[in-house]
């Protein structure tokens, strides 16, 4: 008996097995097609693009939320630009950015948009004087003040971009295979002239960033001047020296980014604006006075302090050169591990950074 209460079970569990067996092997039989890697890169270079996209979005974000430190030089000799050199510097925390997909172009670059909310607060003080005359002649006065402030909160949004090195790693089995060819569903770079297709994407980037630069020493220049030296020398009527020197260094902030535009010559143009609020201070004065019939006078004076804002937008345009100094050859070209070309050479815009403490809040 015992033997065929064990036959029976073991028949049910037998059952049990050819019944949701084939259902396990039929969800594993077709997994899903891997997605392939955009522009061909290998996971570490898309994942190493991504974290440089980001870096840029928190290094525009400080700049734009808390300014930066800017200091310029410019020489001319013989009305040859001789030296020409920016340098901006930031170090602050920021925290809170909200960050959107990545988007993986065909040129092997990645582009994220990252946001932050800040808050604005706006005070207005509004006085106000009581004055009486006692009949004694003395005269009193109590002055009250009213202060409100309201909170406004705004959105400021960027766009970073990063390139990805060459893979440190191999490429999966086959590890001597060539990378994949770019990804067709990759989008690509609109309104690109068929110059950047010769380059790099990552002198693409730094052409962008050297038209950021200058757009920031054009606006402090606008803003708050600079200090120029200049010396001629003249004799017997011929010019034996011309030198002119300008120089500056402040911080800058408010600014925004409004427009870029890639040139078919290889020169990014970068708009940006700044608004100034002029604040223009109006205060009324009035006096409420009442004669009493035992010869004394009571006055009340009012006075009311208003502030009104006059805003100016300034504009301008920076520009920054794509490096040609060295193409890639067009059998490279299409390698997409061919991305990093280091740009350095005289007269080239040196730009400094130092995001020292970043934390990113829930």
């Avoid at 402030?149 to 705004?154: D, G, V």
């Avoid at 143009?269 to 004669?291: C, F, G, K, N, P």
């Avoid at 890639?328 to 740009?343: H, M, R």
Wanted: aromatic share 4%.
């Amino acid at each position: 008996m015992r033997v065929s209460r064990i036959n029976r079970w073991l028949a049910r569990a037998t059952l049990a097995v050819a019944i949701g067996g084939p259902l396990a092997v039929a969800a594993l039989a077709d997994p899903p097609a891997p997605v392939p890697a955009a522009g061909g890169l290998a996971p570490q270079q898309l994942l190493m693009s991504k974290r440089a996209a980001q870096a840029e979005c928190y290094r525009l974000l400080v700049e734009r939320v808390f300014g930066l430190h800017i200091s310029g030089d410019t020489s001319v000799a013989e009305m040859v630009t001789r030296n020409d050199t920016v340098r901006t510097d930031v170090d602050h925390m920021i925290r809170g950015a909200r960050f959107s997909d990545p988007r993986y172009l065909s040129d092997g670059s990645c582009e994220m948009d990252a946001t932050v909310t800040i808050a604005q607060v706006e005070a207005t003080l509004k006085r106000s004087v009581d004055r009486v005359e006692h009949a004694s002649g003395a005269v009193t006065s109590v002055t009250s003040e009213t202060a409100t402030t309201t909170a406004k909160e705004s959105d400021v949004t960027v766009t970073g971009a990063g390139v990805a090195a060459s893979a440190t790693s191999p490429v999966p089995d086959p590890a001597t295979a060539p990378l994949p060819a770019l990804n067709p569903a990759a989008p690509a770079k609109p309104d690109l002239p068929p110059i950047y297709a010769r380059y790099p994407a990552q002198k693409r980037l730094l052409a962008r960033r050297a038209a950021q630069v200058d757009a920031y020493r054009l606006l402090y220049e606008r803003i708050n001047g600079l200090r120029l030296t200049s010396g001629t020398t003249m004799g017997d009527m011929l010019n034996h020296n011309d030198a002119i020197r300008a120089q500056f260094d402040g911080h800058l902030a408010g600014f925004s980014q409004t427009r870029e535009r890639y040139g078919p010559d290889g020169v990014v143009e970068v708009q940006m604006q700044i608004t100034l609020d002029e604040v223009v201070t109006t205060v009324h004065r009035s006096v409420d006075a009442v004669y009493h019939d035992d010869g004394r006078w009571q006055g009340k004076e009012y006075e009311d302090i208003s502030r009104r804002n006059n805003r100016k937008v300034i504009v301008v345009v920076g520009c920054g050169a794509l490096d040609t100094g060295r193409p890639v050859p067009a059998a490279a070209a299409a390698a997409p591990d061919a991305a990093v070309v280091p740009v350095s050479g005289p007269g080239d815009v040196e730009v400094h950074h130092e995001l020292t403490t970043i934390r990113v809040g829930p």
